[in-house]
């Protein structure tokens, strides 16, 4: 199961940081992906971290601004949102898939098949 937090309001400039906790699961084991879903829009990849070499990629729109990590210790994921846009502001979702990927990473939400329940996101301009 996974619980994903830390959504709000704030203003355009601001910073937010999202965790995704898992229980049943060790996020050190899973590929573990963030997406997010802005009203009519289909949903879209933002970032992820492969478990097996500690990979991460980000979307175009979200990189040098986002950050993931991973603290195995509280088996939780974070998504690091600095100087945020109103264009950010969707429902974000945490994803976890099993797949060991050598060096490349899954970006397609058909890559993932467990889903957090999602935390809204509202950046004002």
């Known amino acids: 199961q996974l619980q994903a937090s830390g959504g709000g309001l704030v203003q355009a400039g601001g910073s937010l940081r999202l965790s995704c906790a898992a229980s049943?699961?060790?996020?050190?084991?899973?590929?573990m992906g963030w997406f997010r879903q802005a009203p009519g829009k289909e949903r879209e990849f933002v970032a992820v971290?492969?478990?097996?070499?500690?990979?991460?990629n980000y979307a175009d729109s979200v990189k040098g601004r986002f950050t993931i990590s991973r603290d195995s210790a509280k088996n939780t994921v974070y998504l690091q949102m600095n100087r945020l846009k109103p264009e950010d502001t969707a429902v974000y979702y945490c994803a976890a898939d099993p797949t060991y990927y050598s060096s490349t990473y899954p970006r397609s939400a058909d890559d993932f098949g467990s889903w957090g329940q999602g935390t809204q996101v509202t950046v004002s301009s």
């Open positions: 049943g699961r060790t996020v050190s084991t899973y590929n």
């Open positions: 971290i492969t478990w097996s070499t500690g990979i991460t």
